[in-house]
């Protein structure tokens, strides 16, 4: 069994940065492509950004692009997402995600449906 814990999560104002980290169990973390997904309230959940499983390869939304980076430490077990510029708009309440796919080498990361395990999620407000 899996477990994924978000941490970082918090109140910032607009133009502010934070960074969320994800800490995995299991010895197999860098086997596979990990990505984090986000809710609004009243939305639906979307991918923010991905990341291959050897952290070679990286995928954002277009509405993060620039602002936001993902990034993974293997000998950690541990993926980050450092969010710059942040907009009220980013609200929302973040979740890590484990790809189902070990040694996933596509480019399909978007589809919430591809992921196995999910951790709990971390709130994030973005003030005006």
């Known amino acids: 069994q899996v477990q994924l814990v978000e941490s970082g999560g918090g109140l910032v104002q607009t133009g502010g940065s934070l960074r969320l980290s994800c800490a995995a169990s299991?010895?197999?973390?860098?086997?596979?492509?990990m990505a984090w997904f986000r809710q609004a309230p009243g939305k639906e959940r979307e991918l923010v950004a991905g990341?291959?499983?050897?952290?070679?390869?990286?995928y954002y939304a277009d509405s993060v692009k620039g602002r936001f980076t993902i990034s993974r430490d293997n000998a950690k077990n541990t993926v980050y997402l450092q969010m710059n510029s942040l907009k009220p708009e980013d609200t929302a309440v973040y979740y890590c995600?484990?790809?189902?796919?070990?040694?996933?080498?596509?480019?399909?990361?978007?589809?919430?449906?591809?992921?196995?395990?999910w951790g709990r999620g971390a709130q994030v407000t973005v003030s005006s």
């Open positions: 995600a484990r790809h189902r796919g070990e040694y996933y080498s596509g480019s399909n990361y978007d589809r919430g449906d591809l992921y196995d395990y």
């Open positions: 299991g010895r197999t973390f860098s086997n596979y492509a």
């Open positions: 990341i291959k499983w050897s952290g070679g390869r990286t």
